[in-house]
Nanobody, 120 residues
Framework: QVQLVESGGGLVQAGGSLRLSCAASGRTFSVYAMGWFRQAPGKTREFVAAISSNGLSTNVANSVKGRFTISRDNGKNTVYLQMNSLKPEDTAVYYC?????????????WGQGTQVTVSS
């Protein structure tokens, strides 16, 4: 069982930056691949970024490539999403996901989400 708690969301102007954190409980954090997803009002949840259990492999969605970076600190049981050059279309609830296999968005454990609002 893994419990995930996101933090770091908020209101920011376009062009600004935020860093989201996702803290995981349990002593087996390092075996989980981690991912970030987001869901905007009226839209389906979409993939944002993922990182392998050892942190050596990452993947980000084309819509955020070059602006968002995913990283993790297994010693702190935490995964991060650094978001730069934010745009109004990045406004969404951002969710953290942990999966013992691949990050597909269809399973694993989920956090409660953190709201990110980007004003124009």
């Amino acid at each position: 069982q893994v419990q995930l708690v996101e933090s770091g969301g908020g209101l920011v102007q376009a062009g600004g930056s935020l860093r989201l954190s996702c803290a995981a409980s349990g002593r087996t954090f390092s075996v989980y691949a981690m991912g970030w997803f987001r869901q905007a009002p009226g839209k389906t949840r979409e993939f944002v970024a993922a990182i392998s259990s050892n942190g050596l492999s990452t993947n980000v969605a084309n819509s955020v490539k070059g602006r968002f970076t995913i990283s993790r600190d297994n010693g702190k049981n935490t995964v991060y999403l650094q978001m730069n050059s934010l745009k109004p279309e990045d406004t969404a609830v951002y969710y953290c996901n942990a999966d013992s296999r691949l990050i597909t968005g269809s399973g694993g454990y989920w956090g409660q989400g953190t709201q990110v609002t980007v004003s124009s």
